[in-house]
Nanobody, 119 residues
Framework: QVQLVESGGGLVQSGGSLRLSCAAS????????MGWYRQAPGKQREAVAV???????NYADSVKGRFTVSRDNAENILYLQMNSLRPEDTAVYYC?????????????WGQGTQVTVSS
């Protein structure tokens, strides 16, 4: 089972930037999909940005043009660069990694890192 450890969260003013990191205990190339999700108080967890094994990326409409997901294959780290942050970006951000085990798609989660954007 892979271990995912997020870091980089914190308190930032509206318009500011943060970079989240997710360190994986196994090669990031083992996974068919990795990504960032977030959960705000009272809301369901939602996908923010994902990256496929091949490097293709996809973003939630609410963060397109502001957030960038990337991966360091040598260091086994997933990043989320967040620019032009807004108060509505406030949430706990989770790293996710998915791989096939036989025919089952297995998902692993990090413990989450809090991002708070003040207005």
């Amino acid at each position: 089972q892979v271990q995912l450890v997020e870091s980089g969260g914190g308190l930032v003013q509206s318009g500011g930037s943060l970079r989240l990191s997710c360190a994986a205990s196994k090669s990031v190339l083992d996974f068919v999909l990795m990504g960032w999700y977030r959960q705000a108080p009272g809301k369901q967890r939602e996908a923010v940005a994902v990256i496929t094994h091949g490097g293709n990326t996809n973003y939630a409409d609410s963060v397109k043009g502001r957030f960038t997901v990337s991966r360091d294959n040598a260091e086994n780290i997933l990043y989320l660069q967040m620019n032009s942050l807004r108060p509505e970006d406030t949430a706990v951000y989770y790293c996710n990694a998915q791989k096939f085990v036989d025919t089952d798609l297995v998902s692993a989660w990090g413990q989450g890192t809090q991002v708070t954007v003040s207005s």
